[in-house]
Protein backbone atom coordinates (compact mmCIF):
# COMPACT_ATOMS: atom_id res chain seq x y z
CA UNK A 1 0.00 0.00 0.00
CA UNK A 2 2.66 2.48 0.80
CA UNK A 3 4.18 1.67 -2.59
CA UNK A 4 1.21 2.42 -4.52
CA UNK A 5 0.42 5.74 -2.23
CA UNK A 6 4.31 6.42 -3.20
CA UNK A 7 3.27 6.10 -6.93
CA UNK A 8 0.57 8.13 -6.88
CA UNK A 9 2.29 10.79 -5.24
CA UNK A 10 4.73 10.76 -7.59
CA UNK A 11 2.34 10.20 -10.77
CA UNK A 12 -0.08 12.81 -10.18
CA UNK A 13 -0.93 15.75 -8.24
CA UNK A 14 -3.58 14.41 -6.21
CA UNK A 15 -3.74 15.72 -2.43
CA UNK A 16 -2.71 12.45 -0.92
CA UNK A 17 -1.26 13.73 2.03
CA UNK A 18 0.51 10.63 3.90
CA UNK A 19 3.56 10.84 4.26
CA UNK A 20 5.59 7.76 2.71
CA UNK A 21 9.57 8.03 3.25
CA UNK A 22 11.28 7.23 -0.62
CA UNK A 23 13.22 4.69 -0.95
CA UNK A 24 14.39 2.68 -3.75
CA UNK A 25 12.78 -0.38 -2.92
CA UNK A 26 9.55 1.72 -2.85
CA UNK A 27 10.14 3.26 -5.89
CA UNK A 28 10.67 -0.20 -8.00
CA UNK A 29 7.96 -1.59 -6.17
CA UNK A 30 5.32 1.26 -6.88
CA UNK A 31 6.52 0.10 -10.56
CA UNK A 32 3.58 -2.64 -10.28
CA UNK A 33 1.06 -0.33 -9.49
CA UNK A 34 1.03 2.33 -12.33
CA UNK A 35 -1.60 0.62 -14.35
CA UNK A 36 -4.04 1.44 -11.17
CA UNK A 37 -2.57 4.95 -11.08
CA UNK A 38 -3.66 5.61 -14.93
CA UNK A 39 -6.76 4.53 -14.58
CA UNK A 40 -7.53 6.32 -11.69
CA UNK A 41 -6.47 9.30 -13.93
CA UNK A 42 -8.72 8.14 -16.94
CA UNK A 43 -12.00 7.92 -14.32
CA UNK A 44 -11.16 11.56 -13.13
CA UNK A 45 -10.70 12.58 -17.19
CA UNK A 46 -14.35 10.50 -17.83
CA UNK A 47 -15.86 12.08 -14.85
CA UNK A 48 -15.19 15.84 -16.43
CA UNK A 49 -16.08 14.70 -20.14
CA UNK A 50 -19.15 13.15 -18.97
CA UNK A 51 -20.34 16.09 -16.88
CA UNK A 52 -19.03 18.82 -19.30
CA UNK A 53 -20.67 16.29 -22.73
CA UNK A 54 -24.24 17.05 -21.24
CA UNK A 55 -23.77 20.98 -21.48
CA UNK A 56 -21.37 21.41 -25.09
CA UNK A 57 -20.32 19.51 -27.73
CA UNK A 58 -18.04 16.68 -27.58
CA UNK A 59 -14.98 18.10 -29.42
CA UNK A 60 -14.89 20.96 -26.46
CA UNK A 61 -15.58 18.11 -23.30
CA UNK A 62 -13.02 16.23 -24.94
CA UNK A 63 -10.15 19.26 -24.46
CA UNK A 64 -11.36 19.68 -21.40
CA UNK A 65 -10.18 15.74 -20.42
CA UNK A 66 -7.50 15.68 -21.58
CA UNK A 67 -6.76 19.47 -20.04
CA UNK A 68 -7.62 17.32 -16.65
CA UNK A 69 -4.97 15.17 -17.19
CA UNK A 70 -2.61 17.48 -17.59
CA UNK A 71 -3.87 19.16 -14.33
CA UNK A 72 -4.23 15.73 -12.58
CA UNK A 73 -0.62 15.03 -13.63
CA UNK A 74 1.08 17.95 -13.53
CA UNK A 75 2.00 17.59 -17.26
CA UNK A 76 4.53 15.41 -15.47
CA UNK A 77 4.72 13.14 -18.73
CA UNK A 78 4.07 16.30 -21.13
CA UNK A 79 7.35 17.95 -19.76
CA UNK A 80 9.21 14.43 -20.59
CA UNK A 81 7.86 15.09 -24.19
CA UNK A 82 8.96 18.13 -24.31
CA UNK A 83 12.45 17.79 -22.98
CA UNK A 84 13.23 14.70 -24.85
CA UNK A 85 11.82 16.34 -28.61
CA UNK A 86 14.11 18.83 -27.83
CA UNK A 87 16.87 16.72 -27.03
CA UNK A 88 16.88 13.90 -29.69
CA UNK A 89 16.50 16.16 -32.30
CA UNK A 90 18.93 18.38 -31.56
CA UNK A 91 21.05 16.99 -34.10
CA UNK A 92 24.03 17.18 -30.97
CA UNK A 93 26.29 15.21 -29.64
CA UNK A 94 24.70 12.24 -26.87
CA UNK A 95 26.60 14.02 -24.31
CA UNK A 96 25.04 17.55 -25.84
CA UNK A 97 21.58 15.57 -26.67
CA UNK A 98 21.80 14.85 -22.56
CA UNK A 99 22.18 18.60 -21.16
CA UNK A 100 19.65 19.81 -23.51
CA UNK A 101 16.77 17.52 -22.13
CA UNK A 102 18.16 18.46 -18.31
CA UNK A 103 17.66 22.39 -19.43
CA UNK A 104 14.08 23.37 -17.92
CA UNK A 105 13.42 25.83 -20.70
CA UNK A 106 11.25 24.16 -23.80
CA UNK A 107 12.50 24.57 -27.41
CA UNK A 108 10.82 24.71 -30.72
CA UNK A 109 10.83 21.19 -31.00
CA UNK A 110 9.55 20.45 -27.82
CA UNK A 111 6.67 22.78 -28.37
CA UNK A 112 5.86 21.34 -31.72
CA UNK A 113 5.92 17.83 -29.86
CA UNK A 114 3.47 19.06 -27.39
CA UNK A 115 0.94 20.57 -29.82
CA UNK A 116 0.92 17.90 -31.77
CA UNK A 117 0.12 15.85 -29.04
CA UNK A 118 -2.10 17.83 -26.82
CA UNK A 119 -4.11 18.37 -30.84
CA UNK A 120 -4.19 15.08 -31.81
CA UNK A 121 -5.52 13.64 -28.65
CA UNK A 122 -8.83 16.09 -29.03
CA UNK A 123 -8.97 15.32 -32.72
CA UNK A 124 -9.42 11.70 -32.20
CA UNK A 125 -11.34 11.25 -29.29
CA UNK A 126 -13.61 13.72 -30.69
CA UNK A 127 -14.03 11.53 -33.87
CA UNK A 128 -14.62 8.22 -31.96
CA UNK A 129 -18.30 7.30 -31.68
CA UNK A 130 -17.54 6.65 -28.00
CA UNK A 131 -14.35 8.81 -26.51
CA UNK A 132 -14.95 7.38 -23.00
CA UNK A 133 -13.09 4.10 -23.23
CA UNK A 134 -10.15 5.62 -24.86
CA UNK A 135 -10.24 8.28 -21.84
CA UNK A 136 -9.94 6.00 -19.19
CA UNK A 137 -7.65 3.17 -20.57
CA UNK A 138 -5.16 5.26 -22.31
CA UNK A 139 -3.45 6.49 -19.31
CA UNK A 140 -3.00 2.58 -18.60
CA UNK A 141 -1.61 2.32 -21.75
CA UNK A 142 1.07 4.61 -21.03
CA UNK A 143 1.56 3.25 -17.62
CA UNK A 144 2.05 0.21 -18.63
CA UNK A 145 4.53 -0.70 -20.72
CA UNK A 146 7.19 1.55 -18.86
CA UNK A 147 8.22 -1.74 -17.13
CA UNK A 148 9.49 -2.99 -20.91
CA UNK A 149 11.01 0.47 -20.85
CA UNK A 150 13.30 0.13 -18.20
CA UNK A 151 14.08 -3.08 -17.60
CA UNK A 152 17.88 -4.01 -18.52
CA UNK A 153 17.88 -0.50 -19.27
CA UNK A 154 21.05 1.81 -19.01
CA UNK A 155 20.55 5.13 -17.28
CA UNK A 156 22.70 7.88 -19.21
CA UNK A 157 23.57 10.17 -16.35
CA UNK A 158 25.33 9.97 -13.11
CA UNK A 159 22.23 10.86 -11.17
CA UNK A 160 18.27 11.92 -11.33
CA UNK A 161 15.46 10.51 -10.09
CA UNK A 162 15.47 7.53 -13.03
CA UNK A 163 18.51 6.74 -11.57
CA UNK A 164 16.62 4.87 -8.61
CA UNK A 165 15.04 2.36 -10.74
CA UNK A 166 15.98 2.49 -14.61
CA UNK A 167 17.57 -0.61 -15.12
CA UNK A 168 16.97 -1.55 -11.80
CA UNK A 169 13.69 -3.49 -11.87
CA UNK A 170 13.74 -7.37 -11.90
CA UNK A 171 12.01 -9.43 -14.65
CA UNK A 172 8.99 -10.11 -12.52
CA UNK A 173 8.46 -5.95 -11.69
CA UNK A 174 8.18 -5.52 -15.06
CA UNK A 175 5.67 -8.24 -16.23
CA UNK A 176 3.51 -7.45 -13.25
CA UNK A 177 3.36 -3.74 -14.19
CA UNK A 178 2.27 -4.93 -17.93
CA UNK A 179 0.38 -7.91 -17.21
CA UNK A 180 -2.21 -5.28 -14.43
CA UNK A 181 -1.93 -3.26 -17.76
CA UNK A 182 -3.35 -5.28 -20.06
CA UNK A 183 -5.62 -7.01 -17.59
CA UNK A 184 -7.40 -3.42 -17.28
CA UNK A 185 -7.22 -2.36 -20.80
CA UNK A 186 -8.09 -5.80 -21.83
CA UNK A 187 -11.70 -5.92 -19.42
CA UNK A 188 -12.34 -1.95 -20.56
CA UNK A 189 -11.89 -2.92 -24.46
CA UNK A 190 -14.00 -5.99 -23.62
CA UNK A 191 -16.98 -4.68 -21.73
CA UNK A 192 -17.02 -1.16 -24.28
CA UNK A 193 -17.75 -4.09 -27.26
CA UNK A 194 -14.26 -3.79 -28.76
CA UNK A 195 -14.07 -7.48 -29.67
CA UNK A 196 -11.41 -7.50 -32.49
CA UNK A 197 -9.74 -4.66 -30.33
CA UNK A 198 -8.55 -6.82 -27.48
CA UNK A 199 -5.77 -7.02 -29.81
CA UNK A 200 -4.96 -3.53 -29.23
CA UNK A 201 -2.41 -3.31 -26.89
CA UNK A 202 0.21 -5.56 -29.10
CA UNK A 203 0.25 -2.19 -31.32
CA UNK A 204 1.05 0.37 -28.84
CA UNK A 205 3.95 -2.89 -26.93
CA UNK A 206 5.24 -3.41 -30.29
CA UNK A 207 5.63 0.74 -30.65
CA UNK A 208 7.45 0.73 -26.73
CA UNK A 209 9.47 -1.81 -27.98
CA UNK A 210 10.54 0.00 -31.22
CA UNK A 211 10.93 3.48 -29.07
CA UNK A 212 13.35 1.56 -26.59
CA UNK A 213 15.29 0.63 -29.27
CA UNK A 214 15.29 4.15 -30.42
CA UNK A 215 16.31 5.84 -28.03
CA UNK A 216 19.11 3.61 -26.30
CA UNK A 217 20.35 4.38 -29.99
CA UNK A 218 20.34 8.11 -29.38
CA UNK A 219 21.64 8.81 -26.14
CA UNK A 220 22.61 4.97 -24.91
CA UNK A 221 19.98 4.39 -22.11
CA UNK A 222 16.65 5.50 -20.70
CA UNK A 223 15.95 9.05 -18.40
CA UNK A 224 12.94 10.21 -17.19
CA UNK A 225 12.08 12.56 -19.96
CA UNK A 226 11.83 9.65 -22.13
CA UNK A 227 10.08 7.71 -20.07
CA UNK A 228 7.59 10.18 -19.96
CA UNK A 229 7.67 10.71 -23.93
CA UNK A 230 7.04 6.81 -24.01
CA UNK A 231 4.08 7.20 -21.62
CA UNK A 232 2.71 10.07 -24.48
CA UNK A 233 3.62 7.83 -27.43
CA UNK A 234 2.03 4.65 -26.08
CA UNK A 235 -1.38 6.94 -25.08
CA UNK A 236 -1.88 8.39 -28.52
CA UNK A 237 -1.10 4.88 -30.65
CA UNK A 238 -3.54 3.46 -28.21
CA UNK A 239 -5.95 6.20 -29.07
CA UNK A 240 -5.17 5.74 -32.96
CA UNK A 241 -5.78 2.23 -32.87
CA UNK A 242 -9.24 2.49 -31.54
CA UNK A 243 -10.13 5.05 -33.97
CA UNK A 244 -8.79 2.73 -36.88
CA UNK A 245 -10.58 -0.13 -35.24
CA UNK A 246 -14.03 2.12 -35.47
CA UNK A 247 -13.47 3.25 -39.16
CA UNK A 248 -13.47 -0.66 -40.35
CA UNK A 249 -16.23 -1.69 -37.89
CA UNK A 250 -13.77 -3.74 -35.63
Not at 164 to 171: C, E, H, L, M, R
Not at 188 to 210: E, K, M
Request: aromatic share 8%; hydrophobic share 50%.
Amino acid sequence: MKAFILALQLMTRLPVKKEIPVTDERLIGGIVYWPFVGVIVGAIDCLVFGLLSFLMPKSVAAAFAVLCQLCVTGGFHLDGLCDTADGIYSARSQERMLEIMKDSRVGTNGVIAAIFDIGLKILVLSQLKNPVPAILLAPVAGKCVQGILIYKSHYPRAHGLGASYVGKISAAVMTGCLMCGLILIELGLFLAGHRWLLCAPLVFILVSVCYRFYIHKKIGGMTGDTLGAGNELSELVFMLTLLVGQRFGL
